[in-house]
């Protein structure tokens, strides 16, 4: 199949609804990371979406609506949930509601619940409005790879497997979406984004965090989002996070990186001085930045073709948890505290 990479527009969105109402796939960029998106009601459309990324089938999908309203019919909307989609919605928050037999299983894994976002950027909200439909889209990403920020990473992974990716220009966040679990009775998050527990609590009263959150999942430990049991977000190199004073930080990354053959150096821009000519690249000011920045920077680092990063970590707190989350499962938890 031919992959066409055009150019975000009317004309482009456009082809890329009536691609979407045919039951194709096509990738498209929203605030968080690019998706892979196709019709969610249609199964077969949605399994084609697992095909192209080579996605476990018991890993569901989220899926996109333009507006709240939207999901009439699709699921089981809260009065919780309808706080939280006025205060954050459009925006880079996934809820996790008891959905109707009009959700196809294969959409959701089997699971009774369905995740569902209106994602807050104008393309993705144009396309939404122009095929009418709910769509289906994961990351747009080859399982197991960093999620892609540009089109240029959708069309490294995808190239041949769908016929169209609508180039927006980067995605401003860069992590994917908060996802917080609305179907107990207290708000969970189970994947953290770029809204905060605080932010959840600060409008709903309270919001737990899932321990699976910064760990990883103990032998046997059911995974309450089945994302979080497959490895994600690696990249070909070994990876080492280091947290700690900023001085204690650079000292150690320096030992290991004189150490070793073929290290990269990731840090925060304060310390990037102390590594001289040394290969050191930036992870931003703040947490917010490094958000933006981390996937990007795993895939540069993949072509470098270097063999161990050594990366500052940030505080898991605030914004800092969802980009900690991502570097955590990309070092396959190996953490440093110096
Ligand atoms: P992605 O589509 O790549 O952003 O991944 C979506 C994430 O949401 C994965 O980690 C899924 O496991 C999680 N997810 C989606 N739907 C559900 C659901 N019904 N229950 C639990 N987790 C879900
Ligand atoms: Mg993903």
Redesign the pocket.
């Known amino acids: 199949m031919n992959t066409l990479c055009l150019p975000a527009q009317e004309n482009t969105i456009h082809q890329a609804a009536q691609l979407i109402q045919q039951g194709q796939v096509v990738a498209f960029p929203t605030e968080t ?1 690019y ?1 892979l998106g196709a019709n969610a009601l249609d199964d077969q459309a949605v399994r084609s979406i697992f095909t192209a990324k080579e996605r476990p089938a018991d ?4 899926v996109h609506v333009a507006e709240e309203r939207q999901l009439d019919g699709l699921c089981e909307v809260t009065d919780t949930a309808r706080k939280l989609m006025a205060a954050y919605w459009p925006g880079p928050l ?1 809820m ?1 509601l008891y959905k109707t037999s009009q959700v196809p299983n294969v959409t ?2 089997g ?1 009774p ?3 569902v976002r209106c994602p807050n950027h104008p393309v993705a909200l144009a396309l939404l409005r122009a095929c009418q439909l709910p769509i289906a ?3 747009a990403n080859r399982s197991g790879r960093p ?1 892609p920020t540009t089109a240029a990473h959708v069309y490294e992974d995808m190239q041949g497997r769908i016929p169209l990716i609508l180039d927006g220009g980067p995605c401003q966040v860069g992590v ?2 908060t ?1 917080v ?1 609305l179907t107990g009775p207290v708000p969970c998050v ?2 953290p984004g770029a809204i905060t527990p605080e932010d959840i609590a600060a409008v709903v009263g309270d919001c737990a965090v899932a321990p699976s959150v910064m760990r990883p999942l103990k032998e046997g430990e059911h995974a ?5 049991k497959h490895r994600h977000y690696a990249p070909k190199a070994k990876m080492t996070v280091f947290v700690g004073s900023n001085d204690q930080v650079a000292a150690e990354i320096i030992r290991r990186y004189d150490a070793a053959e073929n290290a990269v150096i990731l840090s925060h821009d304060d310390l990037l001085p102390a590594f001289g000519s040394r290969r050191a690249y930036s992870l931003g000011a703040n947490a917010a930045e490094g958000a933006h920045l981390l996937f990007q920077r795993l895939r540069e680092m993949d072509e470098l073709g270097c063999s161990l990063i050594l990366a500052q970590g940030w505080e898991a707190t605030g914004k800092g948890l969802a980009v900690m989350n991502r570097m955590a499962r990309a070092a396959a938890f190996d953490i440093v505290k110096v």
């Open positions: 990371v998706g890993n569901p999908l989220i996934t996790l959701t894994a699971l619940s369905v995740a889209a994961p990351s999620s994917e979406s996802v679990d189970l994947r309450p989002s089945p994302g979080m």
